[in-house]
C-alpha cells in the first residue's frame, strides 16, 4: 500500500502497472467505498421477495430492467461479486508488495543507522557519563531489556550502537488485518450460493418454480447430498418427517437432500403472563444409518442443534394440517333439512354438492385461539380469548371466491348467544360479520328449523292461509277475491324475504305498488310480513294451547329474522359449525450447511487481534550510540514512534530520564 | 513497568492505589462468583470475570472512574436493598422513588446532562475554568444515574417476574441510555488524558439530542415500559455484542462532534484569530489527533461488535451473514471508516477533510443504529420505533 515507488512509470511493464495499480491505496480506497454505496441498494429495495411483488411494485418496464442490473438479489448479482473480487485482490496485491517488509520490521533492530541520521530523528538527545564505554552499553542493554525491549548492540568502527525495539508485533497487526479480509471473504464465498448458480448457468440444474408435490419435482431442480453450502427450510407438520429442505433461489426453489431424516415430534410455544411469545421449540428424532439409534432433542431459537456438520435451527412455525370436525347447515331451500357432518383437514380442498350446485371448500388456517379487544368494553387493551376459529374459501365453478372467518364459541351480545361468521371478498376487506342465533339448547337447531318452514310452501301457504282468516274475519265486506289476492301477497312477501332480505321486499313494493298507494300499504305490507314470520315461527314451537311466546322466544325470533335478512349478502348457500378439532402445528425448520464457517471465524478472529495490536501497540525504536570520549563516555539517544507522535514526546523524554538516572553521572551537551 | 504503562496516560495512580484496585476487583468478582455458583452458567461466569478484569484495568490509572465505580456499585446494591421483593416500592419508598427507582434515576441522568452541556458551553464561552469543571463534575454525575438506573432497571425486570428478567440493552430505549452512559465515559476518559474541557459542551450536545429524544419516547409511546424478551434476543450474545456496540457508536458520535469543533474553529480562525472560538477551543493538532484516536477506537469495538454479531447469527438465524438491513448497514458503516482510516494511516489525510468526512460518518452511523429500525424492515426488528 505504499505510495512510494523509484520506478519511472515509462520503464514499467502492462504487468508490472497493473499489479501497482491494483495494489494501489487509492483503488482500495475506491473499493472500499464503491462496496458501501452499493450495499445500500439491497437494504432499499427488499431482496428476495416474490417476483409477482416486483412486478406490482415497479411495473413491467422498471422490473426488467432491474431484473437484469440483479437488483432483486444484488448481494450475488455479477456486477456486486467483481467489486468483492477486486477489493481481494486489491488486498492481496497489497500484502504480497508490503507482507515480506513488514515481517522484516517486525525483528529487524535496525543496526545499520548512522550518528548523522539519529541527529536528524526529532528525537534526540545526548549526554556524557564517567563510567567507561563497556559498562555502559551493559548497563543501557540490561535497562532497556528490563523496560520490555529488545535489545541488540553492534560494534562500529569507534562505538558501539545499541538498537532497541518495543511492538514490533504491530506489523503483524498489519498483516493479520489485511490477511483477514481475504480469509472471511474467501470462506464466505464458499458459503455463498455462487457454484449453485454456476451449475444453473451450465444448465446442470433447473431452477423449479412450481408448487408442485416432492415426489413430482423433476431431478434437475434437486441436489444431491454432498459437502457444499446451502441454507434452505422445510415446515414438518408434528409426527411427520422430511429428509429434504427447500432451497430459495430467485423466484423458484430447489430440492436439497439430507444424509438423514428428521422427525419433528412436537412444536411447543409458550407464552408470558402478558401473552407475548416466551419460546418456540420442537422435539426432533434424527434418523441417520450411521446412529446406533436415533437422535432425540430438543430444538429452540438460539439452540440449534448440529449434526454431521449440518445446522438444525427453529425458524418458524404453521398450521401442520389440524383435524377439523365441522357440520354444515343448510342456509337455502335445496341442501335439505339436516346438518351433514364431515371431517376435513387445515389445507384440504373438497367439493360441497348441494342441490344443483357445488363449490369448493378450501380451509385455509385454524387458530386454537384469538386474543382481541373485547367490543363491549371501553379500553381497547382489554383483550379476550375468542376461542378457535377456522378461515376458509368457499370457490364457485368460475373461480370466485369468498373468504370466510367462524368461530367454534358463540359470542355474548346484549345477554344472547350467537355464532359469528366473518364474510369478504378479497383479503383487503374488513370482514362484515354474521350473528346466527342459538336457540335453548345453544344449537343452531331452532334458527334452522325457522329456516326451513320459511322454505316450506307448504307450511307457509298453511300459515297464510290462517293469518288472512283471522285478517279478513274481522273486516266486514270480505270476499273470496280479496281473500286470495292478500293471502298471495303473504306468499310472495316471504318468499322476496328469504331470497334477498328486507331490502328485496323493499324493492317488490316501489315496483310493483302503484306511487298513490304507496305510502299506505307500504308500511302495512312490512308489518304483514312481519306478522306472518312471527306466526310461522310460533307456530313451529308447538306451544300448548293460549300460551304465548316467552320473552326469550320473542328476541330469539328478532334477532332469527335479522339472520335471514343479512342471509342474501353472507353469500353461502351452508353455515360450517366447527365442532371439534385436534390441532397438528407444523415447525419450520431451517437446515443449513456452511463449509467455510470455519474460516470465516479464523478469519475474524485474525481481523480482531489485528485491529487491536495495529492500534493499540506502537513499534517504538530507540538507538543509543556509545563512543569513547578520553575518560568518559558519550551517549547519543534517538528514538521514534509509528503511532501517537504526540504521545511519544513524552515517551521518550520518561526513557531518556530514566536512561540517563542509571548509565551513571550525566553532564548534558 | 508500571511507571511505563502509565505514561500512556497523563497522570499515574502510586502503585499501592492500583494493587488496591485490582485486588478489589478481583475479590468483588469472586464475591459474586461464591455468592451465585450454583446460578451462574459457564457464560455468565465468563462474564464476571472479563467484566472484573476490564475494570481492574481501565481504573488502575484513573481516579474518576475508580469512584464511578463505586458509586454505582453501592447506589445499585442500595436501591436494590429497598426494593427487597416489592416493585409498587417503587413509588413508596423515599429513596427509591425520588432518585434510583430506574425511571428517576433516568430523570436526574437527563437533567444533569442537559445542564452539563449548558455549563461546559457556558464555561467555554466565559473562559471560565471553574465553570467547566463544574461540567465535568455533571457529566460524571449523569452518567452514575445513567447507569444506576440500567443497573436497578436490570433488577426490576426480575422483579416483574422471573422469566422476564434481563439485562436492560434489549430495545431501542434501553441502548439510548446505554449511548448516553458509554459517549459521556469515553469522553471523560479524553478530556482527562487530553487536559481540556472545550470541547465538552460539542460532545455533550450529541448526548443531550439523545436524552431529547429518549424522553420523547418514554412520554408519547411509552417506551419505558420493561417487556419481556422475544426468542429470538434470549441469548448470551446481547450481554457483549450490544455494549461492544455502543462503545463503536458512542466513539464514532464523538469523533463527528470533535470534528464539527475543528470545523469552527478553522473557520474562526480564517475570520477572526482572535475571536472567542478561535482561541479557547484546543490545538488543531490536538484536535485532530483526538478525532483518530475516537475513530480507531470506534472502529476497533465496532469490527468486534459486528464479529460477535455475526457469531450470534449463527446461532440464532441460521448463517453468519445474512445480508439484512441492520449487518449491511452495518458494514456500510465499517466500510466507511476502514476508508477514513486508510486516508489518514497511509495517505496522511489530516484537517478539514477529514473532521468533514467525520461529521458525514456520524449521519451514516446514525441511520446505521436509528434509519434501519425506522424506515427498513429485516431481521433485526426488536429496535423498532
Known amino acids: 500500500m505504499s505510495e512510494t515507488n523509484n520506478l519511472s512509470v515509462s520503464r514499467k511493464s502492462f504487468s508490472q502497472r497493473l499489479f501497482l495499480f491494483l495494489g494501489s491505496m487509492d483503488l482500495a480506497i475506491t473499493l472500499l467505498l464503491a462496496l458501501a454505496v452499493a450495499s445500500i441498494i439491497g437494504t432499499v429495495l427488499q431482496q428476495n421477495q416474490p417476483y409477482s411483488d416486483y412486478l406490482i411494485k415497479f411495473g413491467p418496464f422498471w422490473f426488467e430492467l432491474f431484473e437484469s442490473a440483479g437488483l432483486y438479489d444484488v448481494y450475488s448479482a455479477i456486477w456486486f461479486l467483481s467489486i468483492l473480487v477486486l477489493l481481494v485482490t486489491s488486498t492481496s496485491v497489497c500484502v504480497i508488495r508490503n507482507g515480506p517488509s513488514m515481517v522484516r520490521d517486525m525483528w529487524n533492530l535496525r543496526t545499520h543507522v548512522q550518528r548523522k541520521s539519529l541527529r536528524a530523528m526529532r528525537h534526540n538527545t545526548a549526554w556524557t557519563v564517567g563510567s567507561p564505554a563497556e559498562d555502559t552499553v551493559t548497563k543501557l542493554e540490561s535497562n532497556f531489556s528490563k523496560l520490555g525491549f529488545r535489545v541488540k548492540q553492534t560494534p562500529k568502527t569507534d562505538e558501539v550502537l545499541v538498537s532497541a525495539m518495543r511492538g514490533g508485533m504491530n506489523r503483524l497487526g498489519y498483516l493479520l488485518t489485511h490477511l483477514a479480509i481475504v480469509v472471511i471473504c474467501l470462506g464466505g464465498l464458499m458459503d455463498s450460493n455462487l457454484p449453485l448458480k454456476f451449475a444453473e448457468w451450465q444448465g446442470r440444474i433447473n431452477i423449479e418454480t412450481r408448487d408442485l408435490p416432492l415426489s413430482q419435482i423433476p431431478a434437475k431442480s434437486k441436489l444431491a447430498v454432498g459437502s457444499q453450502a446451502f441454507r434452505g427450510s422445510v415446515n414438518i407438520p408434528e409426527g411427520q418427517s422430511s429428509s429434504v429442505v427447500f432451497v430459495a433461489m430467485r423466484d423458484g426453489y430447489l430440492v436439497q437432500n439430507l444424509p438423514f431424516k428428521v422427525e419433528v415430534k412436537d412444536f411447543r410455544i409458550e407464552h408470558y403472563a402478558t401473552g407475548q411469545p416466551k419460546s418456540f421449540e420442537s422435539d426432533l428424532v434424527v434418523y441417520d444409518d450411521d446412529l446406533a439409534e436415533p437422535l432425540t432433542t430438543t430444538i429452540a431459537v438460539n439452540h440449534p442443534l448440529i449434526h454431521k456438520g449440518y445446522a438444525i435451527y427453529q425458524a418458524s412455525f404453521s398450521d401442520g394440517g389440524s383435524a377439523l370436525s365441522l357440520d354444515a347447515w343448510p342456509l337455502d331451500g335445496q341442501a335439505g333439512n339436516e346438518p351433514l357432518s364431515f371431517d376435513s383437514k387445515v389445507f384440504e380442498r373438497r367439493m360441497m354438492h348441494w342441490g344443483d350446485n357445488s363449490s369448493q371448500l378450501e380451509i385455509t388456517s385454524f387458530r386454537p385461539f384469538n386474543i382481541n379487544p373485547d367490543p363491549t368494553e371501553e379500553d381497547p387493551n382489554n383483550v379476550r380469548n375468542f376461542g378457535p376459529s377456522i378461515e376458509f374459501k368457499l370457490r364457485s365453478n368460475t373461480g370466485e371466491a369468498q373468504e370466510y372467518q367462524n368461530y367454534m364459541l358463540p359470542v355474548t351480545r346484549n345477554g344472547r348467544d350467537f355464532y359469528l361468521s366473518g364474510v369478504r371478498s378479497s383479503p383487503a376487506d374488513e370482514f362484515g360479520y354474521l350473528y346466527l342465533p342459538l336457540d335453548k339448547q345453544g344449537g343452531l337447531t331452532g334458527f334452522s328449523h325457522f329456516l326451513q318452514r320459511l322454505y316450506d310452501k307448504k307450511v307457509v301457504d298453511e300459515i297464510a292461509r290462517e293469518m288472512t282468516s283471522t285478517t279478513l274475519n274481522s273486516v266486514a265486506n270480505s270476499d273470496e277475491k280479496l281473500a286470495q289476492s292478500l293471502h298471495d301477497t303473504l306468499m310472495t312477501l316471504v318468499e322476496m324475504f328469504v331470497a334477498g332480505g328486507f331490502s328485496n321486499v323493499t324493492v317488490f313494493i316501489e315496483t310493483t305498488l302503484p306511487e298513490a298507494e304507496r305510502a299506505t300499504l307500504g308500511p302495512a305490507y312490512l308489518s304483514m310480513l312481519r306478522e306472518i314470520l312471527a306466526r310461522v315461527y310460533v307456530n313451529g314451537l308447538y306451544l300448548p294451547e293460549q300460551q304465548p311466546p316467552s320473552e326469550s322466544e320473542l328476541l330469539f325470533l328478532q334477532d332469527a329474522v335479522d339472520a335471514i335478512g343479512s342471509l342474501p349478502r353472507y353469500g353461502s348457500p351452508v353455515y360450517f359449525e366447527l365442532t371439534d378439532y385436534e390441532h397438528v402445528e407444523a415447525s419450520g425448520l431451517q437446515i443449513a450447511q456452511s463449509p467455510g464457517k470455519p474460516i470465516v471465524y479464523f478469519g475474524c478472529a485474525m481481523l480482531i487481534m489485528g485491529v487491536f495490536l495495529l492500534f493499540y501497540l506502537p513499534q517504538r525504536r530507540f538507538w543509543a550510540l556509545v563512543k569513547v570520549n578520553g575518560s568518559q563516555t558519550d551517549i547519543l539517544l534517538a528514538g521514534m514512534s509509528n503511532r501517537n507522535p504526540r504521545e511519544f514526546d513524552g515517551y521518550f523524554e520518561q526513557i531518556s530520564d530514566e536512561l540517563k538516572l542509571t548509565s551513571g553521572n550525566s553532564s548534558p551537551h | ?385
Not at chain 2, 194 to 213: D, E, H, K, N, P
Not at chain 2, 252 to 262: L, N, P, T
Not at chain 2, 324 to 332: Q, R
Open chain 2, 1 to 385: 513497568m508500571n511507571k511505563l504503562a502509565g505514561i500512556m496516560l497523563t497522570e499515574t495512580s502510586s502503585p499501592l492505589i492500583q494493587w488496591l484496585w485490582r485486588g478489589a476487583m478481583v475479590l468483588a468478582g469472586i464475591i459474586l462468583l461464591t455468592m451465585y455458583y450454583d446460578v451462574f452458567d459457564y457464560y455468565e461466569v465468563g462474564i464476571v470475570v472479563l467484566t472484573a478484569f476490564c475494570m481492574a484495568l481501565i481504573g488502575q490509572n484513573w481516579m474518576g472512574i475508580r469512584w464511578y465505580i463505586i458509586v454505582v456499585g453501592l447506589l445499585s446494591l442500595f436501591a436494590i436493598q429497598r426494593y427487597a421483593n416489592d416493585l409498587t416500592l417503587a413509588n413508596s419508598d423515599f429513596f427509591l422513588n425520588y432518585m434510583l427507582a430506574s425511571q428517576s434515576a433516568f430523570m436526574w441522568m437527563s437533567a444533569l446532562f442537559v445542564m452539563a452541556t449548558v455549563t461546559y458551553f457556558a464555561g467555554l464561552f466565559l473562559r471560565s475554568e471553574f465553570t467547566q469543571k463544574i461540567g465535568t463534575a455533571l457529566t460524571w454525575s449523569a452518567s452514575a444515574m445513567g447507569m444506576i438506573g440500567l443497573m436497578v432497571r436490570w433488577k426490576e425486570s426480575y422483579l416483574i417476574g422471573p422469566d422476564v428478567g434481563h439485562i436492560p440493552v434489549s430495545n431501542l430505549y434501553e441502548v439510548f441510555i446505554l449511548f448516553a452512559i458509554i459517549t459521556s465515559i469515553l469522553y471523560l476518559f479524553y478530556e482527562r488524558r487530553y487536559q481540556t474541557r472545550a470541547l465538552g459542551g460539542f460532545v455533550l450536545l450529541v448526548i443531550s439530542s439523545a436524552v431529547a429524544f429518549q424522553l420523547w419516547y418514554t412520554f408519547e409511546r411509552q417506551a419505558h415500559e420493561i417487556q419481556p424478551l422475544v426468542p429470538a434476543l434470549q441469548s448470551y450474545w446481547m450481554k457483549i455484542h450490544v455494549p461492544a456496540n455502543f462503545v463503536g457508536y458512542g466513539a464514532f458520535a464523538m469523533a463527528a462532534m470533535i470534528g464539527v469543533a475543528y470545523l469552527l474553529k478553522s473557520w474562526r480562525q480564517s475570520v477572526n484569530p482572535q475571536g472567542l472560538l478561535a482561541t479557547t477551543l484546543p490545538d488543531k493538532a490536538v484536535m485532530d489527533d483526538l478525532m483518530y484516536k475516537a475513530i480507531a477506537l470506534g472502529f476497533a469495538f465496532f469490527t468486534l461488535a459486528t464479529i460477535l454479531g455475526a457469531l450470534w447469527a449463527a446461532e440464532a438465524w441460521g448463517g453468519y451473514w445474512s445480508w439484512d438491513p441492520k449487518e449491511t448497514w452495518a458494514l456500510i458503516v465499517w466500510l466507511n471508516y476502514a476508508a477514513w482510516l486508510h486516508m489518514r494511516m497511509t495517505k496522511g489525510w489530516h484537517g478539514r477533510p477529514m473532521a468533514w468526512w467525520a461529521v458525514i460518518g456520524l449521519f451514516v452511523t446514525l441511520f446505521a443504529f436509528l434509519g434501519v429500525n425506522m424506515f427498513l424492515s429485516g431481521l433485526h426488528s426488536y429496535g423498532t420505533l
